[in-house]
């Protein structure tokens, strides 16, 4: 406390808090992409981020791939699981309900999870940032480069998200299915492709948001459930389904860990995403925001 | 002499236990408009189902323009040309209007050009001209009529054969009837089969060639329906109210 003045602490704390809000705000979009076509919430979510991180450690710092081609086979090689999870898990179901292809992702969450301490093992992995630079001084606090690229290419994700469902074909199909999938169907949109699609999509956000976040929080194997979690209070928070109110709240649920973190302690601060989970089920279960990307139903 | 576009033979449909559909047989004539008219649950829905691929029939054939396309999935069947309007419209209520109309198109984009879909969305603003400009609205927040007629440009969009219609009369007022009615004609002047399914059987008979009457599943009078309108009978059970 002593030489830090009060001003360049909040700064600080913003920043991380944002840092980490993007991430969250991506998997509670990841959430939402697969919600909104299958009701069914993928707790399968957040291997996708260790996924992601993990991947590109390997190609990046181990192979030696350039980090920007790493990124995108990382990017790709995660939507690829995504896909193979609707492959194996959700599709084979006989007579899906709800209820069990939830519990198939978390069947699926725990092999990933294994999978990946048996690929990688117990120890963080790093990666380096994706452009050398000497961390900006604002107000006082020092930000890492880094912070940059995470708030900068969720934004960009976000809204590329907004265009592909506002303008291409295949996101207009993929609301259709969400809105009425038995008269998607009768204009020959395969409701099982939509969903296949989702869940390569959503794989893709979560891969992203764990390669951009890897070079500052490092990455290990067992992260994906808190991930889930915080991400699942995001989602809950801005309204199942509402892609404006996950993004915002996952900056929120960052925002508050942060503060937690710095102004009580860091003991608290995975307690802060199951209280506001809790808080808003019992008090304003439908969210924040309201309803969904579509509106009511 | 037409020649059948659709031919339905013995068709059966169960929901569990419950017999919708008992041994129905009907056909359309190429270029011809048919209705089937009838009570709340005699199973005109379950029978547009049926052909559509939305429910299996347990046994009999349909075949379209002679070949058979029973069992095939939905997608198939649009593909090969006999698209449905289904019953209560069912839009996609929060997407706009031309995305709804596009959509209908969407097994033709891989193989037609924009140019191409664009110009067939052209024609049903020809068509329905209040829907160019709604076409940005959200298709949910329309008046009944008008997304009727969203409903049936979008199945239009996929350039049907033969167009199918589940009450489309359903919930609107007899002026708005009476048009959707004459589209309906002018549709098929321009060469769509038409099957039109109706519990409004006054505005159905009038504009249908032949019709049959459903009953708890069964097909219990067929005819001409010119015929049907004066048939004592007829006119005591479906036509009383008017
Ligand atoms: N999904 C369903 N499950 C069970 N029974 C159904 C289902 N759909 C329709 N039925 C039953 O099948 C019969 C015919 O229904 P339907 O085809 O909708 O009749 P209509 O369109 O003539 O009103 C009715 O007895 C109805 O209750
Ligand atoms: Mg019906």
């Keep these: 406390m002593d030489s830090i003045s009060l001003g360049s602490q909040v700064v600080q704390y913003i920043f991380t808090g944002l840092t980490v809000g993007a991430i969250y705000a991506l998997v509670a979009l990841g959430f939402n992409i697969i919600y909104n076509v299958t009701e069914v919430i993928n707790f399968a979510q957040g291997e996708f981020v260790v996924w992601g991180g993990l991947i590109l450690a390997v190609l990046a710092e181990s192979l030696g791939i350039p980090l920007f081609f790493s990124f995108f086979i990382s990017v790709g090689l995660v939507s690829l699981v995504g896909t193979v999870i609707y492959w194996t898990g959700i599709r084979p179901l006989r007579q899906p309900t709800i209820l069990t292809m939830i519990m198939a992702t978390i069947a699926i969450s725990i092999i990933l999870k294994g999978l990946a301490m048996f690929i990688w093992g117990k120890d963080p992995y790093a990666v380096q940032p994706f452009v050398e630079a000497p961390p900006v001084t604002l107000w006082g606090a020092y930000i890492q480069a880094q912070t940059f690229w995470v708030l900068g290419i969720s934004v960009a994700l976000v809204v590329a998200l907004t265009l592909f469902y506002q303008h291409t074909l295949t996101g207009k199909a993929m609301r259709a299915c969400a809105d009425n999938p038995g008269a998607a169907g009768l204009v020959g949109i395969s409701s099982g492709r939509m969903i296949l699609f989702s869940f390569a999509l959503s794989a893709a956000l979560g891969a992203v948001g764990g390669a951009i976040i890897t070079p500052i929080t490092l990455m290990e194997y067992d992260r994906g459930a808190m991930l889930a979690l915080k991400g699942f209070g995001a989602a809950i928070l801005g309204g199942l389904g509402n892609f404006y109110g996950a993004v915002a709240a996952g900056f929120l649920l960052g925002l508050l860990e942060s503060f937690a973190t710095g102004f009580i302690s860091s003991s608290y601060k995975d307690a802060i995403a199951l209280i506001v989970l809790l808080g808003v089920l019992f008090a304003r279960p439908q969210g924040l925001m309201g309803s969904s990307l579509q509106g009511d139903e | ?242």
């Design chain 2, 1 to 242: 002499m037409k020649s059948p576009i659709l031919e339905a033979e013995n068709i059966q449909v169960f929901y569990g236990a419950v017999r919708a559909l008992k041994h129905v047989s009907f056909h359309v004539d190429q270029g011809r408009i048919i209705s089937v008219i009838g009570a709340n649950g005699a199973g005109k829905s379950t029978l547009l189902k049926a052909v559509a691929g939305v429910v299996p029939p347990a046994e009999g054939h349909i075949r379209f323009e002679g070949q058979s396309i029973k069992g095939l999935s939905a997608t198939a069947i649009v593909k090969k040309g006999v698209s449905l309007v289904p019953e209560g419209r069912q839009l996609f209520t929060s997407l706009s209007v031309v995305d709804n109309l596009t959509l209908g198109a969407y097994l033709h984009y891989r193989r037609k050009g924009r140019e191409e879909i664009a110009s067939h969305l052209g024609e049903m603003y020809t068509l329905f001209p209040i829907l160019k400009q709604r076409a940005a609205q959200i298709a949910g927040t329309l008046s009944g009529g008008e997304q009727q007629m969203v409903s049936i440009g979008r199945a239009l969009m996929s350039q049907p054969k033969l167009l199918m219609l589940d009450e489309p009369s359903m919930g609107l007022a007899p002026l708005v009837i009476a048009e959707i009615m004459q589209t309906i004609v002018r549709l098929n002047r321009e060469g769509t089969s038409v099957a039109l399914v109706e519990q409004n059987a006054r505005a159905a008979l009038r504009i249908s060639r032949y019709a049959y009457v459903l009953e708890n599943g069964r097909v219990v009078r067929e005819g001409k329906s010119g015929e049907l309108l004066t048939d004592p009978a007829i006119i005591g059970d479906y036509l009383g109210e008017a």
